[in-house]
């Protein structure tokens, strides 16, 4: 295999493939700062108007993380480093190049490979992933991407 592709990702659909990608991890983060509005609510109606002030504040900021952050986050790196990303996909790497940036990655490297219905998802550690739009690929290198992907050990199905 050898397929290169080129696109333009806005940060819209970056926030996106980064939702679906970490969509397990989003859903404790989320539990948590229920739990704890929950548990500041507690506080407030057992007379621990401190506490419980504390508690639901921690999980607002819980809350926060995963929204207005991660989204700042992902517009300010499209800002630092714009332009297309050109992807290069083979047997042994994936390449990715960016206008004045490139990182080879081996397959064996990521710890988890998956896709979803718009993205290839290549982790390259639990929380940290990079989300390649199938859009991006021609319908019959998209399917030959994704056999690739199926065959790796660390593929997971979502």
Known sequence: MHITATYEQSAAEAYRGTRVALRARRRIWWACS????L????????GRTLLGV???ALGVVLALQFTVRVKRAIARALRQS???MKVVLDDEKAVFRKPG???EVEWYRFVKVAESEEFFHLYLAKVTVVSVPKRAFEPA???EVSQFLTALPN???R
């Open 54 to 56: 504390l508690w639901a």
């Open 34 to 37: 229920v739990a704890l509005l």
């Open 39 to 46: 548990a500041g609510g507690a506080q407030i109606a057992l």
């Open 101 to 103: 940036s490139k990182s």
């Open 82 to 84: 714009p332009g297309s």
């Open 141 to 143: 290198e998209a399917a």
């Open 155 to 157: 593929y997971s199905a």
